[in-house]
């Protein structure tokens, strides 16, 4: 009874699953404009690893401006004028694959935003394409402000602890809003990293990370009250 009708109704269910696939995602990324996300698929796959979770939603006016700076610095120095993508850094991602290097740099603040949001880790072509699409919608529906509030609020800063409140507590003993240049800056450092590297007692190549994002947090456009201009 089931495949004769599975084949009388084949189109109809092609259809509603085109219109799922699709559908589905633009939907939270409608409703995460105004809803924090509750969890991400990385907080699943850890607590189900037997990590814990730490983390405290903040807007985006209650982290000090020193971590924007410093996240803008050392992930995406073209955050605030780049539509989701930095095509330069691409090309030159693409320049080092061909000749035989790792793909490294060409992520920006909009597309690991998506990745963590609604993605699984890995680097597969399937999961780089959806997460190119995402980075479309969300650059569309929630502007620079609200991508970088959810990226502070989401991403991992050491074992099963995420967002910028919950690491600034973590490490430091103080709210987001509170932390300095230097404590920025060292949080900032250890993102490629977050589960080998430390903030508080980072190693010679975590220290030259930290001295070369403070160098360059003054060029960053980020201002108090103010993502980007």
């Avoid at 074992?159 to 409140?165: L, N």
């Avoid at 007692?201 to 930290?210: K, S, T, W």
């Avoid at 947090?217 to 201009?229: D, E, Y």
Wanted: charged share 20%; hydrophobic share 50%.
């Amino acid at each position: 009874m089931l495949l004769p009708w599975l084949k009388r109704n084949t189109r109809q269910l092609v259809a509603w699953s085109l219109i799922l696939a699709l559908g589905m995602p633009l939907a939270l990324v409608v409703l995460y404009r105004f809803v924090a996300p509750p969890v991400t698929p990385l907080m699943l796959i850890r607590m189900a690893q037997g990590e814990g979770l730490q983390r405290r939603w903040v807007s985006v006016e209650a982290v000090s401006p020193q971590l924007m700076r410093a996240v803008v610095a050392s992930e995406d120095a073209t955050f605030c004028s780049h539509h989701g993508f930095d095509w330069q850094a691409i090309d030159h991602a693409i320049d080092r694959y061909e000749e035989g290097g790792r793909v490294l740099g060409a992520s920006t603040i909009s597309m690991q935003t998506a990745k963590n949001v609604f993605l699984w880790p890995g680097r597969n072509f399937l999961r780089k394409g959806l997460e190119a699409g995402l980075t479309v919608l969300i650059e569309a529906i929630w502007g620079k402000r609200r991508i970088m509030e959810v990226y502070l609020n989401v991403i991992e800063w050491g074992h099963g602890i995420y967002g910028a409140e919950a690491a600034a507590n973590h490490y430091f003993h103080k709210p987001a809003a509170s932390l300095s240049r230097r404590e920025a800056a060292a949080l900032a450092a250890v993102l490629p990293s977050p589960l080998r590297w430390s903030p508080v007692r980072p190693g010679a190549r975590v220290e030259g990370r930290i001295r070369l994002i403070e160098a360059r947090m003054g060029h960053a456009a980020v201002w108090p009250g103010k993502v980007c201009p």
